[in-house]
């Protein structure tokens, strides 16, 4: 263990607020993904999706450097294995106030992401069951011999090369 220099603690802390800056971000990302999926609004979808991949990118690179920071705290430990407690109580007390912070917030921001993405997962698989429950209607309804009951009322039959949205129109 070198317990880092003057200069490490501050890369470290720099990082640290990088991460909850990067977290807040994909938060907010999350959140109004959550309310597209609910509005169906496929287009705005469509528009988050390279932000987010963006984000974590950039979060992916914060975490590499990170791992780096402690790396050079920690020398000739394994760094994954280290918990931000341990470094909190290795940091000078200039810089414990703001580590403990930017732990707290971390895990905060953790808990409400994986919320988010619970919900948002839930949501794109009901609209996925939705979709495919559909396409099975409708491919059923190609299948020979079947009658569909068309919007002025009588039945026709639904079969060969005839498609249903030809009918229906």
Same mark, same amino acid.
């Not at 990082?15 to 999350?30: C, D, H, M, T």
């Not at 979808?45 to 975490?63: H, S, V, W, Y």
């Not at 994954?80 to 200039?94: C, G, N, S, T, W």
């Given at each position: 263990?070198?317990?880092?220099?003057?200069?490490?603690?501050?890369?470290?802390?720099?990082?640290?607020?990088?991460?909850? *800056?990067?977290?807040?971000?994909?938060?907010?990302?999350?959140?109004?993904?959550?309310?597209?999926?609910?509005?169906?609004?496929?287009?705005?979808? @469509?528009?988050?999706?390279?932000?987010?991949?963006?984000?974590? *990118?950039?979060?992916?690179? !914060?975490?590499?450097?990170?791992?780096?920071?402690?790396?050079?705290?920690?020398?000739?430990?394994?760094?994954?294995?280290? *918990?931000?407690?341990?470094?909190?109580? !290795?940091?000078?007390?200039?810089?414990?106030? +703001?580590? !403990?912070?930017?732990?707290?917030?971390?895990?905060?921001?953790?808990?409400?992401?994986? +919320?988010?993405?619970?919900?948002?997962?839930?949501?794109?698989? +009901?609209?996925?069951?939705?979709?495919?429950?559909?396409?099975?209607?409708?491919?059923?309804?190609?299948?020979?011999? +079947?009658?569909?009951?068309?919007?002025?009322?009588? *039945?026709?039959?639904?079969?060969?090369?005839? @498609?249903?949205?030809?009918?229906? @129109?």
């Amino acid at each position: 263990m070198n317990n880092g220099g003057t200069l490490t603690w501050d890369f470290l802390q720099r990082n640290l607020l990088e991460q909850v *800056a990067i977290y807040r971000s994909l938060l907010s990302l999350l959140v109004q993904e959550n309310h597209v999926l609910i509005h169906h609004d496929v287009d705005v979808l @469509a528009q988050l999706t390279p932000k987010k991949d963006e984000l974590n *990118a950039k979060a992916f690179r !914060l975490r590499e450097e990170y791992l780096q920071i402690v790396g050079s705290i920690m020398v000739g430990e394994d760094v994954k294995q280290i *918990a931000m407690d341990h470094l909190i109580v !290795l940091a000078p007390e200039r810089v414990k106030p +703001q580590l !403990l912070a930017s732990k707290d917030e971390l895990l905060a921001l953790h808990g409400q992401m994986k +919320q988010y993405q619970f919900m948002n997962t839930k949501l794109v698989e +009901q609209s996925m069951k939705y979709v495919s429950y559909m396409l099975k209607q409708t491919v059923g309804l190609s299948q020979e011999n +079947q009658q569909i009951y068309c919007h002025q009322g009588y *039945a026709q039959p639904l079969g060969g090369q005839q @498609a249903l949205l030809s009918i229906v @129109a």
